[in-house]
């Protein structure tokens, strides 16, 4: 007999094909929010999303600048659906902060330099920021990490994505809290090289394929330099 036909407004989830899995890490090539319902419930969420200013990095590949980061229009709020069980960690900048929910506490990430941005009416910014959201199941492994983390940002000539933070910055974190590591925007990767490292499981998705391709090299490497 022919098979049921789903009703109307049912809804068929299947879990799309990885584009890379190695049994600890796990990469899923697509937008996240037709990734995410097929995933299930998630355990610690560490993300770095497009921030909602349509950022363009002014670094140039030979004649070429780098392009716009897909779906930077505006900060993805549907973030607060997950509900993980443990813990959420979500980047953002300073003027975010005011459509956020009131985060627990606000990781600090001193970078050692600050930024250009305006020279002439703006105090040269150098730190970024990290809202972190507590879970139903939320406790720290170790003693409580300090909200501050002091590591140099990635060298210029040394970014694969324009909006690349040190694998170093991501580890603190990560080693403080339990269970699987999502990352809905993983970008080149560096959450799932921090879990990789630690030997932790992590789920990365991205929608631009050749960052996908980066973060498969990187997470080939045997020793990534910090």
């Not at 995410?36 to 363009?56: A, E, F, K, N, S």
């Not at 600050?114 to 809202?131: I, K, N, P, T, V």
């Not at 879990?195 to 991205?206: F, N, P, S, T, V």
Request: glycine letters at 8%; proline letters at 8%; hydrophobic letters at 35%.
């Amino acid at each position: 007999t022919a098979p049921d036909r789903p009703q109307r407004g049912e809804l068929l989830m299947t879990t799309p094909t990885p584009y890379y899995d190695d049994g600890q890490i796990t990469i899923y090539h697509g937008d996240c929010r037709e990734v995410l319902p097929t995933l299930g419930p998630v355990d610690l969420v560490l993300t770095d999303p497009p921030y909602g200013i349509d950022y363009q990095s002014a670094r140039r590949i030979g004649w070429q600048r780098k392009d716009k980061i897909q779906g930077d229009h505006e900060f993805p709020m549907w973030l607060f659906d997950l509900s993980p069980r443990v813990a959420m960690f979500i980047w953002c900048r300073w003027d975010s902060l005011y459509l956020l929910p009131k985060p627990k506490s606000f990781i600090v990430w001193d970078k050692g330099n600050h930024s250009m941005g305006d020279l002439e009416h703006e105090f040269g910014r150098s730190w970024e920021g990290c809202a972190f959201y507590p879970g139903r199941e939320h406790r720290f492994i170790y003693k409580r990490p300090a909200d501050l983390i002091r590591v140099m940002k990635v060298a210029p000539d040394a970014l694969v994505h324009p909006n690349e933070k040190p694998v170093a910055l991501f580890k603190p974190i990560l080693q403080s809290h339990e269970g699987t590591i999502l990352d809905p925007f993983m970008g080149s990767g560096t959450t799932l090289r921090a879990a990789k490292d630690l030997g932790r499981k992590a789920i990365g998705i991205e929608i631009e394929e050749r960052y996908c391709e980066i973060a498969v090299k990187r997470l080939a490497q045997e020793v990534f330099a910090l």
